[in-house]
């Protein structure tokens, strides 16, 4: 083979290694990465058989909550303070409950706080003929749940109509099951009740002499500190979807298309539900430090010598809502 020829081969061999070389350090293209799946969260929460549970049962079914990334497990606990000592022991995430209940079972070491109003109402009712109004209540036996949202309202409703609580013998039942039989039997001339057992005792005769509004407020969601310590999102979330809720029922206000809601969980009678009247969902809002200390200096002046803890513990410092 000739000097030039062995020149060119030569030449050939070496650029052949070359581009092997480059071809085996080359980085292989990129897969690319899958979008990571959304964390959801699961809340276990507590709710009692009462109208302010509507919105929430509505958000589990309308799929609010699972837009949210949220998986909430209902539980239908039957009295506030039940509900609240379960989120004491862990059991529940988060709970609805009169600020009544919740500020006393809590005590002076809350292991919640308040982070949105909840929309209900507390309504006095009569059975007595010679009762047509607040005032006419003076001397009277008015029947309540003690400490409760139920008394907190009757107390409001009476000082609205400038009645002096001590004018008025009060009778302390257990549920308001007793409440209402203590009205059909007339053993107390007006009970305090919320719905559904309002909205019966009306159906069996009984007559309204007041309730309160919306911007009364005596009914809000709790969330453990935990929670709003480690997972401050959770709650936030949670009532994004509680109030596209309340927009949903305010839109769909007819009762009946919550029938299975309304009969199976809140305890609705079913016969003649499309004359049930809902009453106009508020979304849920921040509780203030006036509406929280209200509560808890009526529960101060009712019992004596109860320590309770500084209103700023018992509500969400931040704004929960945005």
């Known amino acids: 083979m000739t000097k030039r020829r062995w020149r060119f081969v030569a030449?050939?061999?070496?650029?052949?290694?070359?581009?092997?070389?480059?071809?085996?350090?080359?980085?292989?293209?990129?897969?690319?990465?899958?979008?990571?799946?959304?964390?959801?969260?699961?809340v276990n929460f507590a709710v009692g058989p009462s109208i302010d549970a509507l919105p929430i049962y509505v958000a589990e079914q309308q799929g609010y909550f699972t837009k949210q990334h949220l998986q909430v497990n209902i539980t239908n606990v039957s009295t506030a303070s039940d509900r609240v000592s379960g989120m004491n022991t862990g059991q529940f995430t988060g709970v609805i409950?009169?600020?009544?209940?919740?500020i006393m079972t809590s005590g002076a070491h809350p292991t919640g706080r308040l982070v949105g109003t909840a929309t209900n109402y507390v309504a006095l009712l009569t059975?007595?003929?010679?009762?047509?109004?607040?005032?006419?209540?003076?001397?009277?036996?008015?029947?309540?749940?003690?400490?409760?949202?139920?008394?907190?309202?009757t107390d409001l409703l009476m000082?609205?109509?400038?009645?002096?609580?001590?004018?008025?013998?009060?009778?302390?039942?257990?549920?308001?099951?007793?409440?209402?039989t203590a009205a059909s039997t007339q053993t107390a001339s007006a009970v305090s009740l919320m719905d559904p057992n309002a909205s019966v005792l009306r159906r069996q005769g009984a007559r309204t002499l007041g309730q309160t509004k919306a911007s009364q407020v005596n009914t809000g969601i709790v969330f453990s500190n935990a929670t709003l310590t480690h997972h401050p999102q959770t709650s936030i979330k949670f009532l994004k979807a509680y109030n596209q809720a309340v927009d949903y029922i305010n839109a769909h206000p007819s009762s009946q298309t919550y029938q299975n809601v309304l009969v199976t969980n809140l305890g609705y009678p079913n016969d003649n539900l499309a004359a049930l009247a809902l009453p106009h969902f508020k979304h849920s809002m921040k509780v203030t430090d006036t509406q929280t200390a209200a509560v808890r200096e009526w529960l101060l002046t009712n019992n004596h010598g109860l320590k309770l803890a500084p209103v700023s513990q018992y509500r969400?410092?931040?704004a929960v809502t945005k």
């Open 11 to 42: 030449g050939g061999l070496g650029l052949l290694l070359t581009l092997i070389l480059v071809g085996c350090h080359r980085k292989p293209a990129a897969t690319p990465k899958k979008a990571a799946e959304p964390t959801i969260t699961h």
């Open 127 to 153: 059975d007595d003929p010679d009762v047509n109004n607040v005032k006419d209540l003076q001397g009277k036996v008015v029947g309540t749940l003690a400490n409760s949202t139920q008394e907190y309202a």
């Open 316 to 318: 969400e410092q931040k």
């Open 97 to 102: 409950s009169g600020l009544p209940e919740f």
């Open 159 to 180: 000082t609205q109509a400038k009645v002096n609580s001590g004018d008025v013998s009060k009778k302390t039942a257990n549920s308001e099951k007793d409440l209402m």
